[in-house]
């Protein structure tokens, strides 16, 4: 530092270090001012924790700064010679300081580098070393420099890295740098003409092994399931860990999709030995679904949905390897890419509305409650619904961003309505369990209903059960507890049409289970599905949950309910989701009819 930038303050400090070393040139002032500018330099390289030093290129000995050999943990007697400090870095480092030190003073090119030492004691550190090689006047060079320890910020650099590149438990790359690595391979394939492959690996039943032996045991066999596949692929590929069961491994230049496939038999091969956990032994089953690039993608977005696709593929099929090889598969790859395209161009336009159906008293046909549903409204071609963009809702991009703008809406029409004293009772908003997962979809409902004022009893949120088969659900329960806990009240939407239904509703905090169009449509016609209605309202209400029954089109569905005691009701006997402005004309009527009544 100071033995940088003036050569009379450099060798002050040196000098200051009490003697044991050669002083200075004698360039500077007095001793006296010589000694307190040392003193002062000696202080700050102590605050500082660097150490400098100065080697004169004729042959003295080197000069070293207290705080360097405080440093290198050296008594102050050892030897000071330039050889020395080369010598305590280990081996690896040795030739390169030794190189950059040669070329500094025979041509004054500076350095910067950092260097593992190996101290007086002993100990390993890393020490970053940067000097100048100014001449003197005389054409001596005069080697000046400083040593800093930077071992623990390279330590707390690592693991942030760590924590921010890895995951924790298999110390594999995480899915954000695999995505990194994949970008880039296939940079290098687009510049050279190669092929880049894409392998995707998910667990079955994974889930179900987690449930029953526990996530202690889930943990130890994603472990060793990281291991195995670590060992199944080639030096230079790459393996990550994407998801809970899910892994990744990017395959350097692949031959073609037949070599895809052999790789991944290989690596089923190797995974699918049973794991001995605590005395006994756990089966694993895992598929795979590949990608290759050019073949079958254009970037990295493309490549992965193509791999998901195939994988889902292989596990619906059964046939546990899918490679992205026939039309079908890569159309639906395009597909959801073009609709992805739309759906961000309908964004900005501005063209993502909430429309709202009606929930109702099912005697008295008064309003309860409005579920908004979302809709594109394009410019040229009418309503999209959502089961045409079902992917850009459950794209944990897109999916946001369409949440946000519907919550957005919905709240300032629930501000307006509040304002014009509409009887709409509360509204409910769809969400995917993707919103869920991330953990703070609470806080972010309640920031808005906060910023516009609106009482929490007056928003709801559906979620359908079926989200609680793709995922593990503890963040999902958490933040339903969390939505319940601050007064918005959740719903189980679709009930009855997912598995384990019974488990979700014993385990969730939801107040209101909303009984599936599919047990509806034959309930005057069918006793089977009559039966199960009945049972599904006797078990809400033995739970405390209020049932909702949904897609009520017959006054004869609406009287079957009635008699099995379900009270409210949804459908389009009693109306179809309207736009905004139409709803509140409706609630304007419900108004009059209610100050009538
Ligand atoms: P859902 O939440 O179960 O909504 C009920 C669906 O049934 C709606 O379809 C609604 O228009 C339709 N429906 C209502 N009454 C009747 C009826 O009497 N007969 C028949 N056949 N259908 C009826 P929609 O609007 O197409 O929505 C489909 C699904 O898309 C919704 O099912 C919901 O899961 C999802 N969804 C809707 N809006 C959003 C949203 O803003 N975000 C998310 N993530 N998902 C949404
Ligand atoms: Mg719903
Ligand atoms: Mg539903």
Same mark, same amino acid.
């Given at each position: 530092m100071a033995a940088r930038d003036d050569e009379g303050r450099g060798s002050a400090a040196v000098a200051a270090k009490g003697g044991d070393v050669a002083g200075g040139d004698g360039a500077g002032g007095g001793r006296a001012e010589n000694d307190y500018h040392g003193r002062l330099i000696a202080q700050v390289e102590s605050i500082a924790h660097i150490g400098s030093f100065v080697y004169e290129a004729d042959g003295r000995p080197v000069e070293w700064s207290e705080e360097m050999f405080k440093l290198l943990d050296w *008594?102050?007697?050892?030897?000071? *010679?330039l050889e020395a400090l080369v010598d305590t870095v280990s081996e690896e480092g040795r030739g390169k300081l030794r190189t950059a030190v040669e070329e500094a003073l025979a041509t004054g090119k500076p350095f910067d580098l950092e260097a593992p030492l190996i101290t007086g004691r002993g100990q390993l550190r890393l020490v970053r070393l940067r000097a100048e090689a100014p001449e003197r006047g005389d054409g001596v060079r005069r080697l000046v420099g400083i040593a800093q320890d930077v071992t623990e910020r390279r330590q707390f650099e690592d693991r942030t890295w760590r924590l921010a590149n890895q995951d924790f438990l298999t110390r594999l790359p995480n899915r954000r740098l695999f995505e990194e690595s994949l970008e880039r391979a296939l940079e290098v394939a687009r510049f050279n003409g190669g092929k880049v492959g894409l392998l995707l690996l998910d667990l079955d039943y994974f889930k179900e092994i987690n449930t029953s032996l526990g996530h202690a045991t889930g943990d130890v066999l994603l472990h060793v399931v990281a291991g195995r596949l670590r060992r199944a692929v080639g030096p230079a590929d790459e393996v990550a860990r994407t998801g809970g069961d899910e892994f990744a491994v990017l395959v350097r230049?692949?031959?073609g999709p037949a070599s895809l496939v052999a790789l991944s038999r290989q690596i089923l091969k190797a995974v699918e030995q049973p794991v001995p956990i605590r005395g006994s032994e756990v089966a694993v089953r895992a598929s795979v679904g590949g990608a290759l690039f050019p073949d079958h993608a254009r970037g990295v977005g493309d490549m992965l949905d193509s791999a998901q696709a195939a994988l889902a593929r292989a596990k619906t099929t059964g046939r546990r390897i899918g490679l992205v090889y026939d039309d079908e598969m890569r159309q639906g790859a395009d597909s959801r890419f073009r609709i992805h395209e739309a759906i961000r161009g309908a964004l900005a336009r501005d063209e993502i509305f909430p429309h709202y159906q009606p929930k109702v008293d099912l005697e008295t046909g008064a309003v309860i409650g409005l579920e908004a549903l979302v809709r594109w409204r394009t410019g040229s071609s009418g309503l999209v619904f959502p089961a045409e963009f079902g992917s850009a809702l459950s794209d944990g991009f897109l999916g946001s961003a369409i949440a946000t703008r519907v919550l957005e809406k919905v709240t300032d029409d629930i501000r307006d309505w509040l304002d014009a004293g509409l009887p709409f009772g509360s509204v409910a908003v769809n969400v995917t369990a993707i919103e869920l997962m991330r953990g703070a979809y609470h806080e972010q409902v309640a920031e808005v209903l906060q910023r516009k004022a609106?009482?929490?009893?007056?928003f709801q949120v559906e979620v359908t059960e079926t989200v609680f088969l793709q995922f593990e659900g503890r963040e999902i329960r958490d933040t339903i507890a969390r939505l319940d806990a601050l007064g918005v009240k959740v719903a189980l939407d679709d009930f009855g049409t997912g598995f384990g239904s019974l488990v979700h509703l014993r385990r969730l905090a939801v107040s209101l289970i909303k009984i599936d169009r599919s047990f509806i449509e034959h309930i005057d016609t069918q006793p089977e599905d009559e039966a199960i209605v009945r049972a599904l309202i006797a078990l809400g209400k033995d739970l405390g949950k209020r049932v909702i029954a949904e897609g009520i089109e017959r006054e004869e569905e609406r009287r079957a309910l009635l008699s099995l005691g379900c009270v409210e009701g949804q459908g389009y006997l009693f109306g179809l989701p309207s736009p905004t402005a139409e709803t509140a004309k409706m609630l304007e009527d419900e108004r009059r009819r209610r100050l009538g009544d």
């Amino acid at each position: 530092m100071a033995a940088r930038d003036d050569e009379g303050r450099g060798s002050a400090a040196v000098a200051a270090k009490g003697g044991d070393v050669a002083g200075g040139d004698g360039a500077g002032g007095g001793r006296a001012e010589n000694d307190y500018h040392g003193r002062l330099i000696a202080q700050v390289e102590s605050i500082a924790h660097i150490g400098s030093f100065v080697y004169e290129a004729d042959g003295r000995p080197v000069e070293w700064s207290e705080e360097m050999f405080k440093l290198l943990d050296w *008594s102050q007697q050892a030897p000071a *010679s330039l050889e020395a400090l080369v010598d305590t870095v280990s081996e690896e480092g040795r030739g390169k300081l030794r190189t950059a030190v040669e070329e500094a003073l025979a041509t004054g090119k500076p350095f910067d580098l950092e260097a593992p030492l190996i101290t007086g004691r002993g100990q390993l550190r890393l020490v970053r070393l940067r000097a100048e090689a100014p001449e003197r006047g005389d054409g001596v060079r005069r080697l000046v420099g400083i040593a800093q320890d930077v071992t623990e910020r390279r330590q707390f650099e690592d693991r942030t890295w760590r924590l921010a590149n890895q995951d924790f438990l298999t110390r594999l790359p995480n899915r954000r740098l695999f995505e990194e690595s994949l970008e880039r391979a296939l940079e290098v394939a687009r510049f050279n003409g190669g092929k880049v492959g894409l392998l995707l690996l998910d667990l079955d039943y994974f889930k179900e092994i987690n449930t029953s032996l526990g996530h202690a045991t889930g943990d130890v066999l994603l472990h060793v399931v990281a291991g195995r596949l670590r060992r199944a692929v080639g030096p230079a590929d790459e393996v990550a860990r994407t998801g809970g069961d899910e892994f990744a491994v990017l395959v350097r230049d692949p031959e073609g999709p037949a070599s895809l496939v052999a790789l991944s038999r290989q690596i089923l091969k190797a995974v699918e030995q049973p794991v001995p956990i605590r005395g006994s032994e756990v089966a694993v089953r895992a598929s795979v679904g590949g990608a290759l690039f050019p073949d079958h993608a254009r970037g990295v977005g493309d490549m992965l949905d193509s791999a998901q696709a195939a994988l889902a593929r292989a596990k619906t099929t059964g046939r546990r390897i899918g490679l992205v090889y026939d039309d079908e598969m890569r159309q639906g790859a395009d597909s959801r890419f073009r609709i992805h395209e739309a759906i961000r161009g309908a964004l900005a336009r501005d063209e993502i509305f909430p429309h709202y159906q009606p929930k109702v008293d099912l005697e008295t046909g008064a309003v309860i409650g409005l579920e908004a549903l979302v809709r594109w409204r394009t410019g040229s071609s009418g309503l999209v619904f959502p089961a045409e963009f079902g992917s850009a809702l459950s794209d944990g991009f897109l999916g946001s961003a369409i949440a946000t703008r519907v919550l957005e809406k919905v709240t300032d029409d629930i501000r307006d309505w509040l304002d014009a004293g509409l009887p709409f009772g509360s509204v409910a908003v769809n969400v995917t369990a993707i919103e869920l997962m991330r953990g703070a979809y609470h806080e972010q409902v309640a920031e808005v209903l906060q910023r516009k004022a609106i009482p929490f009893d007056r928003f709801q949120v559906e979620v359908t059960e079926t989200v609680f088969l793709q995922f593990e659900g503890r963040e999902i329960r958490d933040t339903i507890a969390r939505l319940d806990a601050l007064g918005v009240k959740v719903a189980l939407d679709d009930f009855g049409t997912g598995f384990g239904s019974l488990v979700h509703l014993r385990r969730l905090a939801v107040s209101l289970i909303k009984i599936d169009r599919s047990f509806i449509e034959h309930i005057d016609t069918q006793p089977e599905d009559e039966a199960i209605v009945r049972a599904l309202i006797a078990l809400g209400k033995d739970l405390g949950k209020r049932v909702i029954a949904e897609g009520i089109e017959r006054e004869e569905e609406r009287r079957a309910l009635l008699s099995l005691g379900c009270v409210e009701g949804q459908g389009y006997l009693f109306g179809l989701p309207s736009p905004t402005a139409e709803t509140a004309k409706m609630l304007e009527d419900e108004r009059r009819r209610r100050l009538g009544d």
